[in-house]
């Protein structure tokens, strides 16, 4: 994990002299926050859980100091599962996450099963830094984020946004020059 000091340079020139260093970290905290709540760019694939009998609850556990943003897939013995969103499930089977720390599945599906969530979490309150992948890639941003938050600068704070969304493109939707092809009806 990579230490919010270490965004400093890139904060630092942009605000007034004097700003305390616990104030600038909480902004760089609640800038990473909402940069991976926009983006869902931190996904990881956490631990394998094994199933028990009609049990339908499980806790899940993050890696280091992070929450869950989203519950992006899931697969029960290496088969996909569907996850729950709002409107609904096609299937009888699937998993969904009523509060955020635990995982449950819609009916009961036996023992010693093998349950792996691909979730996207973002830094907790608790966090002392960002991730270093994060930080490699999104450290800019990031920072900028944090300084439109501290100087209450609209601009760029919208830049901040524009930027998030760019990203959740090309990172959900690809980075594709190719348009989709329409396919031609025959009257």
Not at 25 to 44: I, M, N
Not at 64 to 89: K, Q
Request: charged share 25%; aromatic share 10%; hydrophobic share 40%.
């Amino acid at each position: 994990m990579t230490p919010w000091e270490a965004l400093y340079p890139d904060v630092m020139p942009w605000i007034s002299p004097g700003r305390a260093e616990p104030m600038v970290d909480h902004q760089l905290l609640r800038s990473a926050q909402a940069f991976c709540r926009a983006t869902r760019a931190w996904c990881v694939d956490l631990d394998p859980v094994r199933t028990s009998g009609s049990e339908l609850s499980y806790d899940i556990d993050f890696p280091g100091a992070a929450d869950l943003v989203r519950l992006e897939s899931a697969t029960l013995d290496g088969d996909e599962l569907e996850v729950w969103r709002a409107g609904g499930a096609k299937n009888s089977l699937y998993v969904f996450t009523p509060e955020r720390k635990t995982v449950e599945l819609s009916r009961p599906v036996g023992a010693n099963r093998t349950l792996v969530l691909r979730v996207s979490v973002m830094p907790s309150n608790k966090a002392y830094g960002i991730e270093d992948e994060l930080f490699a890639s999104y450290a800019e941003v990031i920072a900028r984020g944090a300084v439109a938050r501290i100087n209450s600068d609209a601009a760029m704070g919208q830049w901040f946004d524009d930027e998030c969304e760019r990203i959740k493109i090309k990172t959900w939707r690809g980075n594709s020059s190719a348009r989709p092809r329409a396919v031609g009806v025959a009257f």
